[in-house]
Nanobody
């Protein structure tokens, strides 16, 4: 099983990034997919999730209106489009797959929002 995030980096406030999470080794299209983040000195926070078919999405209040989660089950990939980024969005962003008690995590990708 592999869950690999990419697309992080340094961006100025107000900028955008698109994170990707490529999965393999399990039936991706059956899994609920989530993006979490963890800022320095803080706990891990759920940012957004998307159902297996992509029909339902949910967002943390901090992400609503700025972030969009999507998935492409033909590519076994989930995305997080992040717009209007703020310094408080600085964190390591993790991809998480979950289904019936089975759960897989990626290693994370660093997002830094700073001028």
């Amino acid at each position: 099983v592999q869950v690999v995030e990419s697309g992080g980096g340094l961006v100025q406030p107000g900028g955008s990034l698109r994170l990707s999470c490529a999965a393999s080794g399990f039936t991706f299209s059956s899994f609920l997919m989530r993006w979490y983040r963890q800022a320095p000195g803080k706990g891990r926070e759920l940012v957004a999730d998307i159902t297996s078919a992509g029909s339902i999405t949910n967002y943390a209040d901090s992400a609503k209106g700025r972030f969009t989660i999507s998935r492409d089950n033909t590519k076994n990939t989930v995305y997080l489009q992040m717009n209007s980024l703020k310094p408080e969005d600085t964190a390591v962003y993790y991809c998480h797959a979950i289904l019936n008690g089975r759960a897989y995590w990626g290693e994370g990708t660093q997002v830094t929002v700073s001028s």
